[in-house]
């Protein structure tokens, strides 16, 4: 009963509500912006110079991506593409690659609110995210309730359990470990890892993301290298599928629309209101709202074009039909068949180190959540931390399709309720990108301060992004 009421809600709020509202506002962000992703591509790399700097308040703007890229460069880049590749084709790629560039649009958007509206809490800390925007921005703490909630569910119940699920069913599938054992060994690690807060989890992910990141794109450049001839053709596949230019993808268009934004925002996350909460916890340099907004930008382009794409490349370069296996085991066997018996293992440890370092990352986000719903206290945290840690366990012996639906769900509700609040700050998000470009052409280091006239005209609260 349960699985069939989640199946209804999630075909209304994906068939009917989110594929269009991302869109839509992934091209009002790109208009807005004036098309900021491509405008301002290489300044994307540039603003990363500095961004190792930090204090004992805050965490580094590297230490930011690197903590948003352990949420985002998880299962999604490794099981996610194989799942929108199975059930939508090779076209669904391409949709993949869409969502992902009106995405930077969105990402830089929510990213630069949550810098702009983040405040201290009592232990000196910089906090933020949506649901600070939505109180001090809309002054709807009403809107802050309901994403809460929504990220509490979304992050503190499910995605921990969908990346659980694909670590346990890479080693079954690698090794025949039963899944009890594996689940249990991955929820005493994240218990280790997590009870240092946000600064040990960014500590953590500022070692490992680079690596694991690094290595996976490596091996996929040396598959590329062993089939350099047929990537033009794999390319033609992909756009012409997408648009039923192919016999084989002309009744596959709706079905690789619909996953390919799925998978592509389950995977790179913008619009969701997950990443601001890391983002809004940093030290920027430029010591601007707008240059976090860069960071994380890059971090969707890393992500979904240069990560997905590497696993989408080994997936259709195997020659494995489409259908013969699903989920984490197609990537493991699409790599097997190009360099041997190894890739298999090398991606149930890239599975493990991607997977794992995500589970720690939801964590931060979902603890964000808890003082707007009343748990941000001993008793709150420790309830918090058991069901988080009960539900990594689970989804470890769940079944894919169980987990996936309530993931699809959980990131629908985010979504719909972060986007709302983001377009309804455009006049904000506007004016301090305004300011930005401004001391960036007049060769100055960007820096926002705020005077009375400006704080009215952006209908600001007075406590707004005090050092």
């Given at each position: 009963m349960i699985h069939d009421v989640v199946a209804f809600l999630n075909n209304i709020v994906w068939g009917y509500v989110l594929i269009y509202m991302l869109v839509l506002a992934g091209i009002w962000f790109?208009?807005?912006?004036?098309?900021?992703?491509?405008?301002?591509?290489?300044?994307?790399?540039?603003?990363?110079?500095?961004?190792?700097?930090?204090?004992s308040a805050s965490i580094s703007s590297f230490q930011a991506l690197c903590t948003t890229l352990a949420a985002r460069v998880g299962t999604g880049n490794l099981m996610g593409v194989a799942v929108a590749i199975s059930l939508g084709g090779p076209g669904a790629v391409f949709w993949m690659w869409v969502i992902a560039l009106?995405?930077?649009?969105?990402?830089?958007?929510?990213?630069?609110?949550?810098?702009?509206?983040?405040?201290?809490?009592?232990?000196?800390?910089?906090?933020?995210?949506?649901?600070?925007?939505?109180?001090?921005?809309?002054?709807?703490?009403?809107?802050?309730?309901?994403?809460?909630?929504?990220?509490?569910?979304?992050?503190?119940?499910?995605?921990?359990?969908?990346?659980?699920?694909s670590i346990s069913d890479a080693f079954n599938g690698s090794y025949g470990i039963d899944p009890v054992y594996t689940g249990a060994v991955i929820t005493v690690l994240t218990a280790i890892i997590?009870?240092?807060?946000?600064?040990?989890?960014?500590?953590?992910?500022?070692?490992?993301v680079p690596f694991m990141g690094v290595a996976y794109v490596l091996v996929a450049l040396f598959v590329i290298s062993m089939n350099v001839s047929a990537v033009p053709d794999i390319?033609?596949?992909?756009?012409?599928?997408?648009?039923?230019?192919?016999?084989?993808?002309?009744?596959?268009?709706?079905?690789?629309?619909?996953?390919?934004?799925?998978?592509?925002?389950?995977?790179?996350?913008?619009?969701?209101?997950?990443?601001?909460?890391?983002?809004?916890?940093?030290?920027?340099?430029?010591?601007?709202?707008?240059?976090?907004?860069?960071v994380q930008m890059l971090g969707v382009f890393l992500d979904t074009i240069v990560l997905c794409t590497c696993t989408a490349l080994i997936i259709l370069m195997s020659g494995i039909p489409l259908g013969q296996e699903f989920g984490i085991q197609l990537t493991q066997q699409a790599l097997a068949n190009q360099v041997g018996d190894w890739g298999s293992d090398f991606i149930s440890i890239a599975?493990?180190?991607?997977?794992?370092t995500s589970i720690v990352a939801n964590y931060a986000y979902a603890e964000n959540s808890l003082s707007f719903i009343g748990l941000d206290n001993k008793l709150g945290k420790l309830f918090f931390n058991l069901v988080f840690l009960v539900?990594?366990?689970?989804?470890?012996?769940?079944?894919?399709?169980?987990?996936?639906?309530?993931?699809?769900?959980?990131?629908?509700?985010?979504?719909?309720?972060?986007?709302?609040?983001?377009?309804?700050?455009?006049?904000?998000l506007v004016f301090v990108?305004?300011?930005?470009?401004?001391?960036?052409?007049?060769?100055?280091?960007?820096?926002?301060?705020?005077?009375?006239q400006q704080e009215q005209d952006m209908r600001l609260t007075k406590n707004i992004w005090r050092h």
């Open positions: 790109t208009i807005r912006l004036k098309a900021i992703q491509f405008r301002h591509f290489f300044h994307m790399f540039s603003v990363m110079r500095h961004s190792r700097t930090g204090d009106v995405g930077m649009a969105t990402a830089f958007a929510e990213s630069t609110l949550a810098q702009l509206y983040k405040e201290k809490d009592h232990l000196g800390r910089f906090r933020g995210g949506p649901a600070f925007y939505m109180r001090k921005g809309l002054k709807s703490p009403a809107m802050a309730l309901v994403f809460s909630i929504c990220l509490f569910f979304g992050y503190g119940f499910v995605f921990g359990a969908v990346q659980a699920n997590v009870v240092g807060g946000l600064k040990n989890i960014a500590r953590f992910a500022e070692l490992v390319f033609a596949d992909i756009v012409g599928s997408a648009f039923g230019l192919r016999e084989a993808g002309s009744g596959l268009v709706g079905a690789a629309i619909m996953q390919g934004i799925k998978r592509g925002l389950y995977s790179n996350e913008a619009g969701m209101g997950s990443a601001p909460n890391a983002a809004a916890a940093a030290t920027p340099y430029p010591p601007h709202p707008v240059s976090q907004g860069y599975i493990l180190f991607f997977g794992f539900m990594i366990f689970y989804g470890s012996v769940a079944t894919l399709g169980e987990v996936i639906a309530m993931a699809d769900l959980g990131v629908g509700l985010m979504t719909i309720v972060n986007v709302t609040a983001i377009v309804l700050l455009t006049k904000s990108a305004k300011d930005y470009n401004q001391h960036l052409d007049a060769g100055k280091l960007p820096e926002f301060k705020i005077d009375e």
